[in-house]
């Protein structure tokens, strides 16, 4: 082990992590806002359990200063924790099943403020929860990344694909994105996955579009993480991304949470995440496979070194949509549909890495074969078939429309 990792090791527990209790709130309509103060970001489980109905969030490497046990109104009848070795247990008690978020860190500046909103659902029988997907849109700011025909810039084809899929997450019931860059901001790599464990995600997609010496070179690849790289392509990825690394580290504040130590610490839940993080890739590669419009670079997996892709337990892949040196790789990443395309095989293997492995307490628990899409102004149904890679037929005669024009607000079924 390097002395920065040793050092990154000891800091775990050097520093004290206290866990106390600030406040619950009514945000109206319906949501609650529990939440708690800690020293720095944490390592946070949550999970929702029923008979009788609660949600547990459990703190890794925190120690609990004070006893919390405050009761409250309908729907939460008390919010009390327990310390159980290094671990916090904070515990949720519910008269009813509720609609809940994964709790989010923010950092405030004396502290970080861990937050549990839930929410009244009269229809839920038992507590439930939105997958939470960190999309990251590579580069940003003063890092325009590879630049293509007629100054074509990788960081604008990035957030251009990363606000489809977006859009399509947004409007699917059971799914949550959220964007690490939602505009053309400068992140260092720390931020990218730092923020996804801030917001709670259950996975991370980092969109990238990359660029080659050779203009003959193209095709859409997925990357995961690795020591060792596992094409000449990936090694000069690598090497391009640890020229920013050791200053990213040094960035690293005392608040926030160590994941080069983490991996230290938690060796088995890495091994998972790995394992996790090539089901993922493989099912995003399927569906760009499935892409008349996209040609594949590498037909498997590959390796890279990519820092943005270390968090020890969220499954993360990287997605290289094309080299937009290449001018037919170009042509199709400048045009909207090209993206589309792009976006759509990015969500359908999400959905059927879900599939495989089905996440507690969210709506692919218990498949049901469909998802539900919410028509926004301006929908149309071919467009709405494309980015969900089914026919206008197959909208239709699931949902019974008989050729009814739709309108916003109204709910369908996609068999995907």
């Known amino acids: 082990?390097?002395?920065?990792?040793?050092?990154?090791?000891?800091?775990l527990f050097i520093s004290g992590n206290d866990v106390f209790f600030d406040e619950i709130q009514d945000m109206g309509n319906n949501e609650i806002s529990i939440n708690f103060n800690v020293d720095k970001v944490s390592l946070v489980r949550s999970y929702s359990l029923e008979d009788p109905s609660r949600i547990v969030m459990e703190v890794n490497q925190s120690s609990l200063p004070t006893e919390i046990n405050v009761p409250y109104n309908y729907p939460i009848k008390k919010v009390r924790a327990s310390q159980d070795g290094s671990l916090t247990r904070i515990v949720v008690d519910l008269y009813e099943s509720?609609?809940?978020?994964?709790?989010?860190?923010?950092?405030?500046?004396?502290?970080?403020?861990?937050?549990?909103?839930?929410?009244?659902?009269?229809?839920?029988?038992?507590?439930?929860?939105?997958?939470?997907?960190?999309i990251d849109a590579g580069h940003g700011g003063k890092y325009p990344g590879a630049v293509?025909?007629?100054?074509?810039?990788?960081?604008?084809?990035?957030?251009?694909?990363?606000?489809?899929?977006?859009?399509?997450?947004?409007?699917?019931?059971?799914?949550?994105?959220?964007?690490i860059r939602d505009g053309d901001e400068t992140l260092d790599l720390n931020n990218r996955y730092l923020d996804a464990r801030k917001y709670g995600a259950d996975i991370f997609v980092?969109?990238?579009a990359d660029g080659f010496r050779l203009?003959?070179?193209k095709g859409a690849s997925v990357f995961i993480?690795?020591?060792?790289?596992?094409?000449t392509v990936a090694r000069n990825l690598s090497k391009k991304q640890r020229q920013r690394i050791q200053a990213d580290i040094k960035n690293l504040k005392p608040v926030?949470?160590?994941?080069?130590?983490?991996?230290?610490?938690?060796?088995?839940?890495?091994?998972?995440?790995?394992?996790?993080?090539?089901?993922?890739?493989?099912?995003?590669?399927?569906?760009l496979k499935r892409d008349p419009f996209t040609k594949i670079h590498k037909k498997n997996v590959e390796y890279a070194d990519f820092r943005v892709l270390k968090s020890i337990d969220i499954p993360s892949v990287l997605v290289e949509s094309g080299f937009i040196t290449n001018p037919e790789d170009a042509q199709r990443l400048k045009g909207k549909p090209g993206r589309r395309m792009i976006a759509r095989s990015v969500f359908l293997g999400i959905h059927n890495y879900f599939k495989d492995k089905p996440k507690a307490n969210t709506f692919m628990s218990i498949d049901p074969g469909y998802v539900t899409y919410k028509i926004q102004k301006g929908d149309v149904l071919s467009e709405i078939a494309i980015r969900f890679g089914v026919t206008v037929e197959e909208i239709n005669t699931e949902n019974k429309l008989n050729n009814k024009p739709i309108y916003p607000g109204q709910l369908i079924k996609i068999n995907i």
């Open 225 to 231: 993480w690795s020591d060792e790289a596992s094409s």
């Open 148 to 179: 293509g025909p007629n100054n074509i810039l990788e960081k604008d084809v990035t957030l251009l694909i990363a606000k489809e899929l977006e859009r399509t997450l947004r409007d699917t019931y059971g799914y949550r994105p959220v964007m």
């Open 98 to 134: 509720v609609h809940w978020q994964n709790p989010t860190q923010t950092i405030n500046t004396e502290n970080i403020k861990l937050e549990l909103k839930v929410k009244r659902n009269k229809n839920l029988n038992k507590s439930i929860r939105d997958i939470v997907v960190a």
């Open 1 to 11: 082990m390097n002395r920065l990792a040793i050092l990154g090791f000891l800091s």
């Open 206 to 208: 980092s969109i990238h």
């Open 215 to 217: 203009s003959s070179v």
């Open 256 to 287: 926030d949470f160590d994941e080069d130590a983490a991996r230290q610490t938690y060796p088995e839940m890495y091994k998972k995440k790995i394992s996790e993080s090539k089901i993922l890739g493989t099912k995003i590669l399927d569906q």
